[in-house]
């Protein structure tokens, strides 16, 4: 079964080199030239991945992964592609739903093993080892199965890589999970490196923590990352 890709880009030179890449490796393509457009396609087809830029006419990247996520609870992996690299537009992105992000301009070789990686976490199905697929951890209860998080009864709107990472946590509470071995879960042998994981785990804090009074993600330093057992609380 061949791998549908969503492209929505507006740069037809980019459009062009995309579709010379990618086609001959045997993936599938369909585009779109404007966010309104794409948000439409991305409803109604049915893709693995959708690559996504941040500035589109009719509507912002952000605005259409955001209205995907939040409105339409769509989990399909997104790419974001962006202009700019400081640490707010990442967050911003991110923060939006997307997965992974690439500055332009980038390698298409990295693009697409990017898009392997995504493909690799989407086709993840560990069954955790406390029954019915459910993971337990003070007051933060994730249904694998389901795709559905909550704290204190609360839902925890966690993007894809958010709600993965939340579990890798989950698994190995109260111990520690050591920062390369989150980012070999998450990217294989192709994690983008520099600030990619710190920035995801500042989003998944501001869902899973900045509501509540007692913070539960911690980092560990030059070591990883775990979460917060309750008996430290106090």
Excluded at 48 to 65: A, E, F, H, K, R
Aim: aromatic content about 6%; charged content about 30%; glycine content about 8%.
């Amino acid at each position: 079964m061949s791998t549908t890709l969503l492209i929505i880009e507006d740069n037809e030179d980019i459009l062009a080199n995309l579709y010379a890449y990618l086609e001959p490796l045997g993936y599938e393509l369909d585009c779109a030239r404007n966010g309104r457009a794409g948000l439409e396609m991305a409803l109604e087809g049915s893709f693995d991945v959708i690559v996504l830029d941040v500035m589109l006419p009719g509507m912002d990247g952000v605005t259409l992964c955001r209205t995907l996520r939040d409105k339409h609870g769509s989990a399909t992996p997104v790419i974001m592609l962006t202009a700019r690299d400081t640490v707010a537009d990442r967050v911003r992105g991110l923060e939006s739903g997307a997965d992974d992000y690439l500055v332009k301009p980038f390698s298409l070789r990295e693009l697409e093993a990017r898009i392997r990686a995504l493909l690799r976490r989407g086709h993840y199905s560990e069954t955790p080892s406390t029954g019915g697929g459910t993971l337990r951890f003070a007051d933060i209860e994730v249904d694998v199965p389901a795709h559905r998080a909550a704290r204190q009864g609360r839902e925890l709107r966690l993007s894809p890589t958010g709600f993965r990472i939340l579990c890798e946590l989950l698994k190995a509470a109260p111990g520690i999970v050591p920062r390369e071995e989150l980012e070999h879960t998450l990217w294989g042998d192709a994690a983008p490196g520099g600030s990619a994981l710190r920035t995801h785990i500042h989003e998944l804090r501001q869902v899973v923590d900045k509501s509540f009074d007692v913070p539960r993600i911690e980092t560990v330093s030059h070591v990883g990352y775990r979460l917060r057992p309750e008996a430290e609380e106090a």
